[in-house]
Nanobody, 124 residues
Framework: QVQLVESGGGLVQAGGSLRLSCAAS????????MGWFRQAPGKEREFVAR????????NYADSVKGRFTISRDNAKNTVYLQMNSLKPEDTALYYC?????????????????WGQGTQVTVSS
């Protein structure tokens, strides 16, 4: 089992920044690929960013590319999502997820463990 707890969400004006954190406990964090997903009201959960267990092989949704950065610190069992130039359409509940497998993935169905989410609200 891996327990994931997100933090860092909040209310920010358009153009502002937030850094989300996801702290993991339980199994060996460095064995897991990690992803960030988000879900806005009335919409399906969507992929945001992912990172391999090694810290490499990062990828982003087109909608956030160039604005968001995913990173991880395996010594601290934490994955981060730095979000810059935020837009109202970034408003959503943001989840981190952990995947144990040979490859990273952008599909929520491939992830084994999920946090409870942290709310990000961007005002115009």
């Amino acid at each position: 089992q891996v327990q994931l707890v997100e933090s860092g969400g909040g209310l920010v004006q358009a153009g502002g920044s937030l850094r989300l954190s996801c702290a993991a406990s339980g199994r060996i964090f460095s064995n897991y690929h990690m992803g960030w997903f988000r879900q806005a009201p009335g919409k399906e959960r969507e992929f945001v960013a992912r990172i391999a267990w090694s810290g490499g092989n990062r990828n982003y949704a087109d909608s956030v590319k160039g604005r968001f950065t995913i990173s991880r610190d395996n010594a601290k069992n934490t994955v981060y999502l730095q979000m810059n130039s935020l837009k109202p359409e970034d408003t959503a509940l943001y989840y981190c997820a952990a995947r144990l497998g040979f490859y990273v993935s952008e599909f929520s169905r491939d992830y084994n463990y999920w946090g409870q989410g942290t709310q990000v609200t961007v005002s115009s």
